[in-house]
């Protein structure tokens, strides 16, 4: 079993930034960062393997910076230049498996509110 928990949500202004961390209780291959806003889907944000390849989200590309660092398996995700439309839960996922931006992952953080005024 893995333990994921997240930290670093809070509110801020458009235009503002945030840093979201995820604490994992053992070093794990694939993580990636959800979101889900009130009466929406869960999405993918940005996703990443121990090996280096990362994805993003379109609606994050060029906002958002997704990084492990493998010594204190911490993924951290740095949230640049933030819209309204950011606003939500943001979870912190992990597998064995490659899952990229698909919320299938098996290992799954309690979350952290993020909330973005205009």
């Known amino acids: 079993q893995v333990q994921l928990v997240e930290s670093g949500g809070g509110s801020v202004q458009a235009g503002g930034s945030l840093r979201l961390s995820c604490a994992a209780s053992t070093n794990i291959a694939y993580m990636a960062w959800f979101r889900r806003a009130p009466g929406k889907e869960r999405e993918g944000v940005a996703a990443?393997?121990?090996?280096?390849?990362?994805n993003y989200a379109d609606s994050v590309k060029g906002r958002f910076t997704i990084s492990i660092d493998s010594a204190t398996n911490t993924l951290t995700l740095q949230m640049n230049s933030l819209e309204p439309g950011d606003t939500a839960m943001y979870y912190c996922a992990a597998d064995w498996v490659w899952w990229i931006l698909l919320p299938k992952y098996k290992y799954w953080g309690s979350g952290t509110q993020v909330t973005v005024s205009s």
């Open positions: 990443i393997a121990s090996y280096g390849r990362i």
